[in-house]
């Protein structure tokens, strides 16, 4: 088994105290099936559904597991759930979602009814032992979810059942939780590692063990004065694995508030939670282009790194003064166009992200050219993660020069004043000051 944690997690009644009561609360592992050969792309359902529910008293040894399992179903969008309903025309991928301390399958009717009207099959367990910390430690709840995808899973073949040939079986699976169920979350992509998930997000949970493998996209969410569970183990966890991951922080929120409609914040956790398994599990590039601004406000913090990252040694030529741009003192000072030789500081890494995405990161301090407040400061290479302030469109020019557009506010960076002034992000059409020639090497 893989490396545990140093500390335990002690939650009691002053860990869930404030909360709503709407938030209270193994397969063999095989090489890694990577994320892109086992999903074809392809847009997410746009409309909403009506939700219906099954319930199934499943069990795993002598653990019960007694299972709603939310599903899109015919009719109008909005209500309450609606029993045995017929399952809406289409396949659907499975995105499973696991309850907190002292809790149920009920208490996140936002997250389970949202995924169910988004064109998810959400099952969502009750764990018989809800206040039982030891066995998320012990992997019984992360097994316990292993067990669930298994039984829903094969649904899909179960005669007379409603959900048969409904579910998707070829995408992978989806694992969410909050607390307790973020944690049992993070223990299925490390410590008990269940090869079938293709996308995972851990809402405030805390590091459970070393990664064994890279086989799933990552999502954290998290409040970063959260009481219960540390920001600090959550980051530690993101840092452990491997890209595609995300990091999705609420500035000055607690252990959950934002997973509760009406929080100031909670159309950020909405939107980035349902587009994260849109592109996991639909291959939805769309959904994954949406993440950066659908996570972005000035409560939240978003970082992601969507791909592996690629990258080749380039440097930029200003076509408005024919010098190079320059990180300066090792990312202190922001970028300027006045080289006219390559050194360290004038070398970059070309981070190949998607599509005609890339990112910048500076050879001398190894972080990523920024665009600041959205083009309104000079550009700084003073950031160690990527964001939607590191993400520029490449823009390859009739004669042969390239320009680079900021994601953050969809205007071009430039040269200003001759080369003599710092690269900004602040122009709406493409000139000699926003055209650069890209040398290799």
Request: proline fraction near 6%.
């Amino acid at each position: 088994m893989p490396m545990r944690r140093r500390t335990l997690l002690g939650l009691g009644a002053a860990g869930v105290a404030g909360m709503s009561a709407g938030l209270l609360g193994s397969a063999p592992v095989q090489a890694r099936v990577p994320h892109s050969t086992r999903t074809s792309a392809r847009q997410a359902p746009t409309q909403r559904f009506a939700i219906g529910v099954r319930q199934y008293s499943w069990s795993r040894g002598g653990r019960s597991l007694s299972t709603k399992v939310f599903y899109p179903t015919t009719g109008s969008p909005g209500g309450n759930p609606i029993p045995n309903a017929p399952v809406a025309d289409g396949v659907f991928p499975i995105a499973e979602f696991s309850h907190g301390m002292g809790c149920n399958s009920d208490c996140y009717a936002s997250q389970t009814h949202g995924l169910a009207s988004a064109g998810f099959i959400c099952p969502a367990p009750s764990f018989s032992d809800n206040t039982n910390i030891g066995s998320v430690y012990g992997g019984e709840w992360s097994r316990d979810v292993s067990e669930v995808i298994t039984r829903t899973l094969a649904l899909n073949n179960a005669s007379g059942d409603p959900l048969a040939g409904h579910i998707d079986t070829a995408a992978g699976v989806g694992v969410s939780g909050h607390s307790m169920g973020g944690m049992t979350t993070h223990g299925l992509v490390s410590a008990w590692p269940d090869d079938r998930i293709a996308a995972a997000v851990p809402i405030a949970c805390v590091d459970m063990g070393n990664p064994t493998s890279a086989f799933a996209n990552v999502l954290f969410i998290h409040g970063d004065q959260d009481p219960t569970c540390q920001i600090s183990s959550a980051r530690q966890a993101y840092s452990e694995l491997a890209a595609p991951k995300a990091f999705l922080t609420h500035l000055g929120a607690d252990h959950g508030g934002y997973l509760v409609p009406g929080f100031r914040t909670y159309a950020q956790t909405e939107n980035t939670f349902l587009d994260w398994f849109r592109w996991s599990l639909y291959g939805d590039t769309a959904a994954r282009d949406r993440l950066p601004a659908g996570a972005s406000s000035s409560g939240t913090r978003w970082e992601a790194e969507f791909a592996s990252l690629p990258s080749s040694v380039i440097s930029l030529r200003a076509r408005t003064n024919n010098q190079y741009v320059c990180a300066e003192n090792t990312g202190g000072s922001p970028l300027i166009a006045n080289r006219t030789a390559i050194g360290v500081w004038e070398q970059f890494d070309l981070v190949d992200l998607d599509g005609d995405a890339v990112a910048l990161r500076a050879h001398a301090n190894g972080q990523y050219v920024c665009a600041e407040d959205a083009g309104g400061s000079p550009l700084i290479a003073n950031r160690t993660a990527i964001g939607s302030w590191e993400t520029f469109q490449r823009v390859d020019n009739a004669d042969g020069s390239i320009s680079l557009r900021a994601q953050a506010n969809n205007q071009y960076v430039s040269v200003p004043n001759g080369g003599a002034d710092p690269l900004v992000a602040n122009r709406t059409s493409i000139g000699s000051s926003e055209s650069f020639d890209l040398i290799s090497g």
